[in-house]
């Protein structure tokens, strides 16, 4: 991976939106944060808060996406570093298919099951899971190497870190599902000797139990 040596990323999930509960596809696209979302928030920064005594944190990143941009904000106020934003840590672009529902997009476009097929696909002017990977494994390579002993703060996005996390612990891309983050989850990873290794996975311990969200089932949870 280039001139690393044992570089810490910490990754967070931005807070719930209107969009999460009501299942519709918000890549570009921001919806506002919900009252869970805010009682998120809140327990997140605090919780950063203490973590960031355990994990100085020596660069702080950000997806130019509201919802990320919200989430960080508490964040940054908590730990006292401002958080700078990253272009290439955004959601999955679905292009001109952006907005309609995860149902919608099963039953009248076959989504999932094209991707499964071939994960080249990519709807019109949005991104294929193939260069989505792509483009998230690869900015968290760069982020890594332009602080190679420190620790790095990321607020992305789930489809982000669940394919990160999928292609460096799972069975690869494909394997999103099984590492779907919760709303403000935190995953710790640590690059040593030569490859990631997973200090927490999706952790939420630090949110009370109002701020956790009911197990919703997805249309391609079958897929």
Not at 51 to 67: N, Q, T
Not at 154 to 176: K, Q, R, Y
Request: charged letters at 20%; one cysteine or more.
């Amino acid at each position: 991976m280039g001139n690393v040596g044992m570089s810490t990323i910490i990754l967070v999930r931005h807070a719930e939106t209107e969009a999460n509960v009501q299942q519709i596809w918000h890549g570009k696209l921001d919806a506002p944060l919900t009252e869970r979302g805010r009682w998120q928030v809140a327990a997140t920064a605090h919780h950063m808060r203490r973590l960031a005594k355990d994990y100085p944190i020596d660069d702080f990143y950000v997806s130019p996406l509201l919802r990320a941009q919200s989430t960080a904000a508490a964040i940054a106020e908590a730990i006292g570093i401002p958080a700078a934003v990253e272009e290439n840590l955004r959601e999955f672009d679905l292009g001109d298919w952006e907005g309609r529902s995860f149902t919608e997009l099963q039953e009248k476009e076959n989504l999932w099951t094209r991707w499964r097929n071939d994960p080249s696909f990519a709807p019109p002017n949005g991104e294929s899971p193939a260069i989505f990977n792509r483009r998230a494994v690869n900015i968290l390579h760069i982020l890594a190497e332009r602080n190679p002993a420190g620790t790095v703060l990321v607020v992305t996005h789930g489809g982000l870190i669940c394919n990160v996390l999928a292609t460096w612990f799972g069975g690869g891309p494909g394997d999103w599902r099984n590492w779907e983050p919760h709303n403000c989850a935190i995953s710790i990873l640590v690059f040593e000797s030569g490859h990631w290794q997973a200090i927490v996975v999706n952790d939420i311990s630090h949110l009370p139990i109002e701020a956790i969200a009911p197990k919703q089932h997805t249309v391609y949870a079958n897929e």
